[in-house]
Structure formats: structure tokens, C-alpha cells
């Protein structure tokens, strides 16, 4: 059955940068596109990010520029570089895929703060 699993969070004063990662398994992971959601306390799950199965990438407003989806279809693997973090980024992040059905992982909380 699918299964991601995210790693990466932690926390991190504003300004600094972390890099998420989710190790997907159960699908052909190199034919579909991965997104990145968070969700902050008492906020819905928003988008973060897309990468299709072709490298193309999509970004929500508030962290383009700032943020990089890439993959490595040889690791089965979707990260989420993030640069110049920002208190309101604060959430956890979740990776997802839809076959059928939205997937998700168990999520890993990035705690920006000083």
C-alpha cells in the first residue's frame, strides 16, 4: 500500500533554512505528481508545492522564491528546501499524493522562532 514518510522538520530561528524529505513507497513513484501541504494550529491544510512526474513545479504565493520542490525518482524521494524561513511558516508539512484517493504522511513540524 502507499506509504510516505516525512523527515526534516525541526527548529529553526528566522532567516534559516531546512530541508524536508519524504521516502514514498507502494506506487510507481516516478509517474506521479507529489505535493507539500501545512498546516499551522487552528488554520485548514493549505498547498505548499507540486512537482509533476516531468520536474515541473508549482508554488503557492506566499513561499515562492523562497522555498524548492525537487525529486529523485532513483530514491523515491520529494524534498522541500527552505530558505529565508518566516514565524508563519510554522506548521506541520505534510506530503501528499492522490491515486484514487488523497495520501498522506504523518507530517513533520518546522517550528520557526527565535
Known amino acids: 500500500q502507499v506509504q510516505l514518510v516525512e523527515s526534516g522538520g525541526g527548529l529553526v530561528q528566522p532567516g534559516g533554512s531546512l530541508r524536508l524529505s519524504c521516502v514514498a513507497s507502494?506506487?510507481?513513484?516516478?509517474?506521479?505528481?507529489m505535493y507539500w501541504y501545512r498546516q499551522a494550529p487552528g488554520n485548514q491544510r493549505d498547498f505548499v508545492a507540486l512537482?509533476?512526474?516531468?520536474?515541473?513545479?508549482s508554488y503557492a504565493d506566499s513561499v515562492k522564491g523562497r522555498f524548492t520542490i525537487s525529486r529523485d525518482n532513483a530514491k523515491n524521494t520529494v524534498y522541500l528546501q527552505m530558505n529565508s524561513l518566516k514565524p508563519e511558516d510554522t506548521a506541520v508539512y505534510y506530503c501528499?499524493?492522490?491515486?484514487?484517493?488523497?495520501?498522506w504522511g504523518q507530517g513533520t513540524q518546522v517550528t520557526v522562532s527565535s
Open positions: 501528499n499524493l492522490n491515486i484514487g484517493m488523497p495520501h
Open positions: 512537482i509533476t512526474s516531468g520536474g515541473a513545479t
Open positions: 507502494g506506487f510507481m513513484f516516478n509517474h506521479y505528481t
